[in-house]
C-alpha cells in the first residue's frame, strides 16, 4: 500500500484560523521588537542530542480523552522504569508535541522509531508540564500524570500529531543530562465534524474451538457428550465469550458467527456429558450457556449477522491440501446449508451467508473457486493480500469476475490489536495508532465518500476485544467515521483504480501455508465419511448417527485447528474410532468347525446386533470354497440370505448344504450392503463332510447279504448231520420196534415227504425264511431343504 501523498486539509474555517495566528501575532510584537539584535544561537544541550539509549523505559498507560476537541484537558499517565544499571539522578519528565504527519505510511514509521532524535520529536512543552524526579534507583519504577490543556499544544491544522513522553536524566557514567528514554503515541486532531464521513465496517467475530465430540448419548435426546468442559469459562462472567457479546452489543458492529459454536452452546443448555478420562460425568453449566445465548440474541437483533459454513472450515488448506482428495469438497455446500437454519432457529435472526472469510483475508485463484463452490459470492480479503499501488485508501469492495466481490479489509486496521493487549501501556498505544489511521484515511481524500472494512482476528482475547471495544467507542462522536455494515460494504462502488487481480498461489504468505491441515487429515475425514456412508444404510434410525458424525466431520476442517497439530489429529483420532467402534456392534458371532454326517444340512450362521436401533438392508453371503465337496442352495458355491434385526437382538441365519464328497471345506461368511459393499470383517469356518454315499450303502448292504448266506449254509449243514444221525440210530433197532415206527413214516409220508436222491427227510416247510437284502439308498440326492433331524449341531 503505497500511501505518501500529502493529507489534504480539512481544517477549520478559514476565518478562525486567521483570528488564532493574528493573536498569536499581537502576542509576540513586544518580543520581537526586543529581539532585533539576536546572537548566534548555542549549540543544542547535550539533553538534545539524537540519543537511542533506552535506558529507561516509559510506559503510556491512558491517554484521556483518546480524540480531544477544543477546551479539553489531555491527560496522559504512566510510569518510568529505570532498565540500567545505574540511578538516573536529576531526573525530568516532558511531554513533547511533533510535527503533523503527512502519510498513514509516516504513521507506522514513528510507532517504529525507537531512539530520541530531536528534529522528530520536537521539544519538551517544559514550564508545569514536566515532572521532576530527583532520582530513579536501578530497576525502580515512578508513576506520573501530566495534564495539559489542549490549546497549549500549538495544534494549527487537522490532522494526526506525534506526541512523546521522554524522561531526561543522568548517570553516574555520564556528566551531562540526556533523554534516556522515550514513548511515542498519537493524537488525531478533528474538532468539528468533516463534510464526508469515511464508512467504517468492523466485524465482530463470535468463533470459539471446538469442543463437542461426536459422541452421543443412548437415549432418545441422544445426549451430547463434550471434549471437555473449557467453553463455560469462555461464557461464564469475565470470560472471553461473555465480553464479546457484552461489548458487542453496546458497539456498531457487523456479527461473524460459526454456527458450530451456537449448537455447541445450545447443547449445554440440557443435559450433557464431559469426558473425565474413559468416564462420563455430568456437565453443570446449564445457567452459564442459556444466559449467554439470551444476552446474544438481545445483542444482534439490530445488527447484521454473517454467518459463516458451520464450523468455519478452513478453506485454503481445501484449497491447497484438500481438493485433490475425493469427497473433500462435498462437505461445503452441506456445511452452508446448515448454517442458515442453525442461526435462524438459536439466534431468531436470518443471517446472510453469502460470504467467505479465508484465513488473514489472504486468496489466490484456488481459494477464490474453494468459496464460491460453496455458494459464497463474497470473499472477505484484505489489501496485504490485494494490494493498491494507490495514494489513498480505495472503497473496501472490487469485483474479482465470475460475479464475485471481493471486500478488502483494511490490513493495518484489522491487525491493530494482535498483540498483547493486557498492560495497558500497550493497549493504550494501539487505540491511538488505529484512532490516527481512520483520520488519516479521512484526510486522503476528503471531499470524497469511502467505505473501508476491518476484519481483526478470528479468535480475538478478552483483552484485544476490551481495545477493540474503547477504539470503537472513540469513533462514536462521528466527527471523521460513520459506522457501516458489511453488507453495505460490499454493496459501495468500487473504485476504478483499486485492484482486481487476484494474487498468484506463489504469493500466498508461505506462513499461512505452514498452518494448513496435511494431506493426511483430509485423508483421514474421507475415511470417516466411508465408514459411514457404509454405515449408515444399514441404520433403521440412521439420523441419530449421520447428523453428529456429520458435524464432526465438519469440525475437522475448522480454521481454530491452526497452530494446534496434535490436537487436530487426536480429535479426528477420536472421531473415527468411536464410529468404528459403532459399527462392529453389528457382527458375525465366530464358529467353531462343523461336522455334516449327512448327505444334507443347514448351516446357521449369527448375527448379533448391539445398537439400540434395528439394522436392515444387509445380506448375509456365505461361501464353499469347494463346492466340489460341499454346495449351498441346491448346486452353488454362494448362497445369500436378507438380514434385518432389531437393536439389542441376534438372527441366526439358516442356509442349506448339500454334500457331493467327504473332507474339510473352508467357509466364508460376509455381511453385505445392500449395494454391494463389504460391512464388516469376515468369518471363516471349516465344515467336515463325512457322509454315506450309495457306493458305501452297496459294500454294506454286500456285506450283510453274505452274512445271511452263510448262516443258511450252516443251518442246512446241521440239519442234514442231524437226520444221518437219525438214520444210523434207526437202523440198529429190532424189526418189531421199527414197523410201529414205518407204519407212522408211512401216515405221516403225504405230510412230510422224503428226499429220494439223499435219503433224508426234507426240510420243513416252516423252516425260517431267508432275510432280504437291505434295499440300498441310490436315489437322486434330494434338494429339499434338511429336516429337523439333520440340523448340524454346532
Excluded: C
Excluded at 533523554?179 to 468463533?207: C, H, M, N, S
Amino acid at each position: 500500500m503505497a500511501e505518501a501523498a500529502d493529507f489534504q486539509s480539512t481544517s477549520r474555517s478559514p476565518a478562525r484560523r486567521w483570528l488564532r495566528r493574528a493573536a498569536s501575532a499581537m502576542v509576540g510584537a513586544p518580543l520581537l521588537a526586543g529581539l532585533l539584535y539576536v546572537p548566534a544561537a548555542p549549540p543544542a544541550s547535550a539533553a538534545e542530542k539524537a540519543s537511542p539509549s533506552r535506558t529507561v523505559d516509559v510506559s503510556l498507560d491512558t491517554f484521556m480523552p483518546t480524540t480531544p476537541v477544543e477546551g479539553d484537558t489531555l491527560t496522559i499517565s504512566g510510569t518510568v522504569t529505570n532498565k540500567g544499571k545505574e540511578t538516573v539522578s536529576g531526573a525530568q519528565v516532558d511531554l513533547r508535541v511533533g510535527s503533523r504527519m503527512d502519510s498513514r505510511g509516516e504513521i507506522d514509521a514513528v510507532a517504529k522509531r525507537t531512539g530520541f532524535t530531536p528534529s522528530n520529536d520536537g521539544a519538551a512543552l517544559g514550564g508545569p508540564y514536566s515532572i521532576k524526579i530527583p532520582q530513579l534507583a536501578a530497576g525502580l519504577s515512578k508513576d506520573f500524570t501530566i495534564a495539559v490543556p489542549v490549546d497549549k499544544l500549538n495544534l494549527d491544522d487537522d490532522g494526526v500529531y506525534q506526541l512523546g513522553v521522554s524522561l531526561s536524566g543522568r548517570t553516574a557514567s555520564t556528566s551531562y543530562s540526556q533523554v534516556l528514554g522515550i514513548e511515542r503515541t498519537f493524537l488525531p486532531w478533528q474538532p468539528e465534524a468533516t463534510d464526508k464521513k469515511t464508512q467504517v465496517t468492523y466485524l465482530w467475530p463470535v468463533i470459539s474451538s471446538t469442543h463437542l465430540s461426536a459422541e452421543t448419548g443412548s437415549d432418545d435426546q441422544q445426549t451430547p457428550v463434550f471434549e471437555n468442559d473449557d467453553l463455560a469459562a469462555e461464557l461464564g462472567p469475565g470470560g472471553r465469550l461473555e465480553r464479546l457479546v457484552s461489548l458487542g452489543a453496546e458497539l456498531p458492529v457487523t456479527w461473524v458467527v460459526d454456527p458450530d459454536l451456537l449448537a455447541t452452546v445450545d447443547a449445554m443448555t440440557r443435559n450433557y456429558q464431559v469426558k473425565d478420562g474413559t468416564e462420563r460425568v455430568p456437565g453443570r453449566y446449564q445457567a452459564v450457556a442459556k444466559q449467554w445465548l439470551n444476552s446474544l440474541d438481545k445483542a444482534v437483533q439490530d445488527d447484521k449477522v454473517i454467518a459463516l459454513p458451520y464450523g468455519d472450515p478452513d478453506l485454503a488448506s481445501l484449497a491447497h491440501r484438500g481438493k485433490d482428495v475425493s469427497g473433500s469438497l462435498s462437505h461445503l455446500q452441506p456445511a452452508t446449508e446448515v448454517a442458515e437454519t442453525t442461526v435462524e432457529t438459536i439466534l431468531h435472526v436470518k443471517p446472510s451467508v453469502d460470504f467467505a472469510w479465508p484465513v488473514d483475508g489472504a486468496l489466490d485463484p484456488s481459494i477464490v473457486d474453494i468459496a464460491t463452490s460453496a455458494g459464497a459470492d463474497k470473499l472477505i480479503a484484505r489489501n496485504d493480500s490485494m494490494r493498491d499501488e494507490l495514494p489513498y485508501t480505495p472503497n473496501a469492495a472490487r469485483p474479482i469476475g465470475g460475479g464475485t466481490t471481493a471486500v478488502v479489509a483494511d490490513a493495518s486496521l484489522s491487525t491493530a490489536f494482535q498483540g498483547d493487549m493486557t498492560r495497558a501501556g500497550d493497549s493504550t498505544q494501539a487505540v491511538q495508532q488505529f484512532l490516527a489511521h481512520t483520520l488519516a484515511v479521512t484526510q486522503q481524500q476528503p471531499g470524497k465518500l469511502r467505505s473501508i472494512v476491518i476484519a481483526p482476528q478470528r479468535m480475538p482475547t478478552t483483552a484485544q476485544a476490551e481495545s477493540m471495544a474503547t477504539a470503537l467507542r472513540a469513533l462514536s462522536a462521528q466527527r471523521w467515521t460513520q459506522p457501516s455494515d458489511l453488507i453495505a460494504a460490499a454493496a459501495a462502488k468500487p473504485d476504478d483504480r483499486a485492484t482486481t487481480k487476484v494474487p498468484g498461489a506463489r504469493k500466498y504468505p508461505a506462513q499461512l501455508r505452514k498452518q494448513e491441515l496435511p494431506v493426511q487429515a483430509f485423508l483421514d475425514m474421507k475415511t470417516t465419511q466411508d465408514t459411514l456412508d457404509n454405515f449408515k444404510v444399514i441404520l433403521t434410525a440412521a439420523y441419530r448417527v449421520v447428523t453428529p458424525f456429520g458435524n464432526a466431520i465438519n469440525r475437522e476442517m475448522s480454521t481454530s485447528w491452526r497452530g494446534r497439530a496434535e490436537e487436530a489429529t487426536a480429535y479426528r483420532r477420536s472421531v473415527q474410532e468411536h464410529l468404528e467402534d459403532l459399527t462392529t456392534e453389528v457382527q458375525l458371532i465366530d464358529k467353531s468347525d462343523l461336522t455334516l454326517s449327512g448327505r444334507s444340512a443347514t448351516i446357521p450362521v449369527t448375527v448379533q446386533n448391539q445398537l439400540l436401533q434395528g439394522v436392515d438392508h444387509l445380506v448375509l453371503r456365505l461361501t464353499s470354497t469347494k463346492p466340489t465337496r460341499l454346495k449351498l442352495n441346491g448346486g452353488d458355491a454362494v448362497s445369500e440370505l436378507p438380514v434385518r434385526i432389531d437393536g439389542g437382538h441376534s438372527q441366526s441365519v439358516k442356509f442349506t448344504a448339500s454334500a457331493n464328497a467327504n473332507g474339510p471345506v473352508p467357509m466364508t461368511a460376509q455381511l453385505y450392503t445392500e449395494d454391494g459393499r463389504p460391512y464388516g470383517k469376515p468369518m471363516h469356518f471349516t465344515v467336515k463332510v463325512s457322509e454315506i454315499t450309495p457306493t458305501v450303502m452297496l459294500v454294506i448292504a454286500g456285506g450283510f447279504l453274505l452274512l445271511a448266506l452263510a448262516g443258511i449254509r450252516m443251518y442246512t449243514h446241521r440239519k442234514r448231520a442231524a437226520a444221518r444221525e437219525a438214520d444210523t440210530a434207526e437202523a440198529t433197532e429190532p424189526v418189531e420196534a421199527r414197523e410201529p415206527a414205518d407204519a407212522a413214516g408211512t401216515e405221516a409220508a403225504s405230510g412230510t415227504g422224503t428226499d429220494p436222491e439223499a435219503g433224508t427227510t426234507a426240510a420243513p416247510s416252516d423252516d425260517p425264511e431267508q432275510p432280504s437284502d437291505p434295499t440300498p439308498d441310490t436315489g437322486a440326492q434330494s434338494t429339499d431343504p434338511s429336516g429337523q433331524g439333520e440340523k448340524v449341531d454346532r
